[in-house]
Every structure is written in C-alpha cells, then in structure tokens.
C-alpha cells in the first residue's frame, strides 16, 4: 500500500535535481562555464585530473559573488538572473534554473571561492553532499570566481559506476569547452588535464582570428574547405562557416549551431541545414558547420529542457526557412574563382608580348595539347601569328571566329538544343591589352581527355582534372530546374511516340501522377494493362534514351508512391533524368566541346558536385605535382 505523501528532504531533492542536471563531469563543466561567462569574465580557464572525476577547477575573473550571497548561491531556486516572469519569456542568460550549484554540490565535494570589486577580500564556502549550513570564511582571491569540484559522485555510487573511461569523459568535457569556446569568440579559455594544457585559446574578436579559433576546435581541415557567410533578414541574422559538400563527414561530429550564443542541438535546424545540402551531399554523409543565429531573446524559448541545450522557436517555420535560404544560396555561389594574376607566366609559359606567340595562342584557342604533341583538332595557326601582338590578335580573330562556330553547333548537341549564329569568345578568355598577357579561366584550358572519362585541363595554378559526366550531368540539372522554377519545363512532342510494356503497377502509378508528369514535360499516356506511349520529353533531354529515362522515372515514383511525395521530390527526379542526359563515360569529347564544358562549370551553381553529392573536378597545383616527382628535394 503507497505510503503518505511528505515532503522531500532538501539533500534528496537536490539529488534529484542533479539526476537531470549532472550526468557526468562534462555537465558539470557547463554549468559552471556558463555561470562564468554570465559573470562577465573574458578569462578562463579549466583544470581537471583523471577526466574531471577527481577534479574539476574554474576559473574566472568575473564580476565575483558578494559575500552574503556565497551561501544562498548553494541553494536550489537561487539565481541572479531573473526576477519575474518577464525575465523568464525572454531569457538572455545561460544559466538561469539556480539549480546547478545546489546539484553539484549534492553529489561532490565543492568548494566555492569568490571576490567582488567592492570587497576589501574574497571569501569562501564549502559543501560536501551533507544537509549542514555552508560555512563562510575568508580567503584570497582575486575579483572573479573559482569553483572547485572534487570527487563527483562520491556520496552515489550508483551513479559513479555508470561513468566511463577517463579519455571518454574527459573526451565529453572537452566538447563541452570546444562548443563555448566557439560561442564565445572575445573569451581566452584554458584547458588542462593532468596538469598537461590541451588548449589555450586567445580571443578572437577579427574574422582572421575567429577562423583560426574555428580551426583550432575543428581541425586544421576545416577551414581550407569551409565558406564564410552572413545574412540578414528583418529580426534575423546567420553567420559563420559552412564545409563544402566535399568536406563531409560520416558521422555528425562536426556540426555547431549557435541561437543567441547559446549552443542547441534543434531537429527544426537539422532538417533546414540537411535540405539547403540536399542537391550536393553524398548519400550517407553529414555536413560540418559552425553557425551562429541572432534574434530577439523574445521570440525563442530556451526553457524547454533542463539542460538547456533544446529550443523552441516562436516562428518555427519563418525561422526554418531563413536558415535554409541562407545556406543554399550560399552553397549555390560556391563556383571556381579566378586566380589572381592569372597570367601565362605564372605557368612558366611565355606571355603574349614574348617570342613564342604560337604556343600562347595555342593555349588562348583551348588547344595547348599542341606543345604537348597532343593532336590539334583545328589544325595549326595561320601564318604570320608569330612575331606581334598585331599578329598575335590577328590570329586570335581568325582561328577563333571557325572555332566559335563550331563549338556553337557541337556543344549544341550535347545540350540537345538549336543553336544558330555566331557565339562569341567566352568572356573568361581574354587577353589584357595593356601587358598582352593571357587571363587564364579558373578552370583553364581543355589539354587532353582521359580514358573518354576525364578531361585533364590546364589554368594558373596547375593542373585540373573533371569528371565529365558529373560536371554534365550538374549542367543539365541546373538548366532543368531554372525552367521548372521560372516558366516549366521546356517540352517537345515527339514525331514517332514511343510504346513501352511495363508492369501493371507502373502503368497505375503513371495514370495516377499524369500531373506531376506533366510539370517534368513528360506526356505518357496509359495503352493497355501494361502498355504506355511516351507522346513528350523535355526538350534538353530530346536526344537521350527515352526508355530508359522513363522507366528509370517510374522507377522514383513507384518508390515514392503518391503525386503528393513526387512533387516534394521533383529535384530527385529531375536528378535522375539530368544523370541520364548527360554525356556519358566513353564518348569523346573534341578540345572544343570540353574547353565549352569547362566555360559552363564555371557559370553553373553548384558546379563542384553532381546531383548525387560526388565531386565534379580537383586541382593539382604545381607545388603538388613537383612533389609526385621529387622535384626541388
């Protein structure tokens, strides 16, 4: 038979609370962290022995704790941070239950130091798990605070058997400075383990010094492959680094959010940042980010886990869909950029005001394989392009013009569209007039093509090889999506319809989609049982495998399984037709249609990685390749 109901004792109770504040010495570090940067302290530092189960020691130079307010800090329902309800729905602090020190010192031996700009000394109190009243006395201490915590959990021991290993808990502790660390960019932390320094951060306050703080807790990989951004929006503000797609991670161990310097882990965040990578990330991979959101302390309630490390925003979808804009935009400009003083000398090739103006010309017409003694698919220059710059230009507009054209209808045919007239020169291709030098693209000119897979360029820095259906197949995607977005897919009926014998269940799947098909500029009209007619394609895709193309469609709806989840999945099935019209592996490409490739990537969001996340393209620089050789050793 249940017992009466009695009131709690004050030590029970606070064990309690600690079963939801304390999990182990890492919990423990945070709380006290947070305490220290709401004091205002801009110095650190954190010392623990044998993963923070014997020992855990912070310091700071904060605003300190009067000395009738030592033992009431020990108390549960203490805080200095809010006083009303008004406090409480717009919360600015860290910490704020007045909890934490009443926790930990229910389950360890603490021991509390602090003084106070207005004091002539510091002063201290202690606990020990017991419900005796906390003795004050004095100490010295300069203005701040320290807290020492020994033997966590000594008075539990139930709760000290669940512990780990001593590198797994320090191994949690560590996190927990590495994510304040990065919180707060203006506050110098130390860490210490077994006496031995771990880290040692200065502030940060310039963006130089906040991307080497960033690399120092992400690892020296990150930053090489992350892009900075920062937008705005009314009430809202996002900025930090995001890791290029091709910087993902198997796990996500390297993800950092940040709202109002408080660091969350958010299921609405997640999914924002894993759809603003949905067109780039290979399958099974996580992004790393380190991203900071600001907006009114109002409009986000903070006090929705005892931890403090969830969220819950009043515009959930409004905030959702700001971080999604931002990143994707941001993720879309990610595009090769041109090298700085890209000029042919910086290759060891002479520029156009030298001798040899046979091989920069060469080189401008995307055709350098000739001092490679690679085939020339137009034949050599005119004569007289050697020797001027009046020359040098002559032969430029002669060969050029032929080249133009013919890049026009080519390439024309590996888009599957018309194009008429004459296409000029390529804007990236251009030849300063001032020093007569070549400005090479980012992607630089078009040498050879690899196995009818690669093709292997040449630009500033060195060496560029592609993936050539990849880089298409990005091309073609883009291109299908900007014409859904802006007018729909661009159709063409087909002269001769296309039959197919499929099975019943595509067959219903088509009848039951026409719409969501029609959107994507396919007509497929149901036949008989298991027959469909193909009556239309989407005109980029007129040259490609139709059957294959349908059937690899139906395939993505019968898995997905209703219009509804197809329309929320057009980009997946625009994928899949951009991957089946694309140039395939084997088919050889002239240097025209590659170096007209190259042009595109460079004018293509996201042209780093295909549909499917995998990279498109990779540079070799020259200090790279001099390595494979041992050159300069």
């Not at 609405?268 to 302390?297: C, F, I, K, T």
Request: charged share 20%; with cysteine; net charge negative.
């Amino acid at each position: 038979m249940m017992s009466r109901i009695h009131l709690l004792s004050p030590r029970l109770a606070n064990q309690i609370a600690a079963g939801e504040v304390v999990e182990r010495p890492a919990s423990v570090v945070k709380e006290l962290l947070e305490n220290s940067l709401d004091a205002g302290a801009d110095t650190i530092s954190v010392d623990v022995e044998q993963g923070g189960v014997k020992l855990m020691r912070i310091r700071d130079n904060g605003c300190g704790i009067e000395k009738d307010d030592l033992a009431l800090s020990l108390s549960r329902h203490a805080t200095s941070k809010i006083r009303s309800l008004d406090d409480l729905e717009a919360v600015s602090s860290l910490g704020f239950r007045g909890e934490a020190l009443a926790s930990i010192s229910s389950v360890a031996r603490l021991t509390l130091t602090s003084n106070t700009a207005q004091q002539n000394s510091a002063w201290q109190v202690s606990t020990a798990g017991r419900e005796m009243d906390a003795q004050v006395q004095p100490a010295a201490h300069p203005v701040g605070t320290t807290v020492e915590v020994r033997d966590l959990f000594f008075n539990t021991p139930a709760r000290r058997k669940f512990l780990r290993t001593e590198k797994t808990e320090f191994g949690h502790l560590e996190e927990v400075l590495k994510r304040l660390a990065l919180s707060r960019m203006d506050v110098a932390f130390q860490l210490k383990h077994n006496g031995k320094v771990i880290h040692n951060l200065r502030p940060a306050q310039q963006q130089a010094a906040q991307e080497k703080r960033v690399a120092s807790v992400c690892g020296p990989n990150f930053m090489p492959q992350a892009v900075h951004i920062e937008m705005e929006a009314p009430g809202l503000r996002i900025w930090g680094w995001v890791g290029l797609p091709t910087f993902s991670r198997s796990q996500a161990d390297l993800q950092y959010f940040f709202v109002n310097g408080r660091v969350v882990k958010d299921k609405l965040v997640s999914h924002a940042v894993r759809q603003a990578y949905r067109d780039v990330l290979y399958h099974g991979r996580h992004p790393a980010y380190v991203l900071y959101l600001e907006l009114d302390a109002a409009t986000v309630d903070v006090n929705v886990h005892p931890t403090k490390n969830e969220v819950r925003f009043r515009d959930g979808r409004l905030v959702h869909d700001f971080i999604f804009r931002s990143l994707h935009k941001s993720l879309a400009d990610v595009r090769p950029e041109v090298p700085t003083g890209g000029g042919l000398h910086e290759l060891g090739i002479p520029s156009a005001n030298q001798s040899d103006m046979g091989l920069a010309a060469g080189v401008f017409a995307g055709q350098s394989n000739l001092a490679m003694g690679i085939g020339n698919d137009h034949g050599s220059l005119p004569s007289g392009s050697v020797g001027s710059f009046s020359g040098y230009r002559s032969a430029l507009s002669s060969t050029n013009s032929q080249q133009m054209q013919e890049q026009a209808q080519v390439y024309g045919q590996v888009h599957g569209q018309q194009v008429a007239g004459d296409m000029e020169a390529p804007t990236s291709e251009q030849v300063d007039m001032a020093t007569g030098e070549v400005i090479i693209p980012p992607l630089g000119f078009a040498i050879a093509q690899l196995h009818g897979i690669y093709i292997l360029a040449e630009n500033a820095q060195g060496l560029i090889l592609v993936d050539m259906h990849a880089a298409h197949e990005r091309i073609v995607y883009e291109q299908m999506k900007t014409g859904l977005n802006d007018q729909g897919v661009s159709a063409q009926p087909l002269l001769v319809p296309l039959s197919m014998a499929v099975s019943s269940r595509e067959a219903d799947h088509v009848e039951s989609c026409n719409d969501a098909f029609a959107e994507l500029g396919l007509i497929i009209d149901r036949a008989g049982t298991e027959t469909l007619i193909v009556r239309q394609v989407p005109s980029v895709l007129q040259h490609a495998n139709i059957e294959q193309l349908v059937r690899d469609v139906l395939a993505d709806v019968v898995t997905f399984g209703s219009s509804d989840r197809i329309r929320a999945a057009h980009n997946e099935l625009l994928g899949t037709m951009a991957c089946h019209g694309a140039v395939r592996a084997n088919r050889k490409l002239s240097i025209t249609e590659m170096n007209a490739l190259l042009r595109d990537m460079e004018h293509t969001e996201r042209s780093g990685q295909c549909n499917h996340g995998r990279p498109t393209w990779t540079q070799l620089n020259l200090s790279e390749l001099d390595k494979l050789f041992l050159r300069g050793q």
